[in-house]
């Protein structure tokens, strides 16, 4: 089965190829610098942070040329282009559960935190420290994106602060990796991750990607970013 395929038939697949040690080392150091900063809410609908419990620490590219790079490199290109025939950077956070006290997060799609219609995205998500069970590994729900193409109902947890679209018994598949590993997934795919319960945090980069600009019907702009492959960074909107 080749991983296109499998991505199709799951709803993710993790990649062979791992990311590069200089941009591992780039990723780490930008989310180390961010870490340092005081916490804050996260300034949307729905505060998913809980300070050092659980961090988001999301749209901060520009400020890490290294990072920006990494994004929209030729391995990037190949990666996204899997599942989208024009990838543009829609968004990108750094995740990171506190030692001990790290939450977990429960199961979801990522869409669903979109508050409108739209095409589904690829989330690949970055392992920045040997990822396990007891440090909060991610989990993902087998989906065939051929035959489920929808987002199922969530609704809000006020105490775990996140939004909550499955509450069965199916523990999924649980994916332990090394640093370096990338997953991929769609925004359709139900996936969660445990809580942190080793004395190090769990560090994680998550860059998702669609298949061209998603627009907020409201506004007509661009829902967080729309920025494509092959433009200079310094063109790019």
């Known amino acids: 089965m080749t991983q296109h395929t499998e991505f199709l ?8 190829d791992p990311i590069g040690a200089d941009d591992l080392a780039a990723l780490r150091a930008a989310a180390d610098a ?18 050092a419990d659980r961090q988001f620490l999301h749209k901060r590219h520009e400020d890490f040329p290294e990072v920006e ?34 939450a977990s997060f429960a199961w979801h799609q990522d869409g669903a935190y ?41 609704h809000w947890d006020e105490i775990g602060k996140e939004k909550v ?17 990338m997953v991929i997934f769609s925004s359709l795919t139900l ?5 942190n319960t080793t004395d ?11 298949d061209g600009p998603i627009l907020d019907p409201s506004t007509g702009n661009p829902r967080n970013f729309a920025k494509p492959f092959g433009a200079s960074l310094a063109d790019r909107p």
């Open 200 to 210: 190090k945090p769990r560090r994680a980069y998550l860059a998702q990607y669609s």
């Open 69 to 102: 790079r990494f994004l929209f490199s030729e391995q990037m290109r190949r990666v996204t282009s899997m599942a989208l025939k024009d990838p543009h950077l829609f968004n990108e956070q750094f995740v990171v559960k506190g030692p001990r006290t790290g």
């Open 165 to 181: 679209g499955y509450d069965g018994d199916d523990p999924g598949e649980a994916l332990p990796c090394s640093a370096g590993t």
């Open 114 to 154: 979109v508050p409108f219609d739209h095409t589904p995205y690829l989330s690949v998500w970055i392992a920045l420290d040997d990822t396990t069970l007891e440090n909060g590994a991610l989990s993902c729900l087998p989906r065939d994106l051929r035959r489920e193409a929808h987002i199922d109902p969530h």
């Open 34 to 51: 961010l870490m340092a900063e005081p916490t804050a809410s996260d300034g949307g609908n729905h505060d998913i942070n809980r300070g």
């Open 191 to 195: 996936h969660r991750s445990g809580a």
């Open 9 to 16: 038939k799951r709803g993710y697949a993790v990649l062979a």
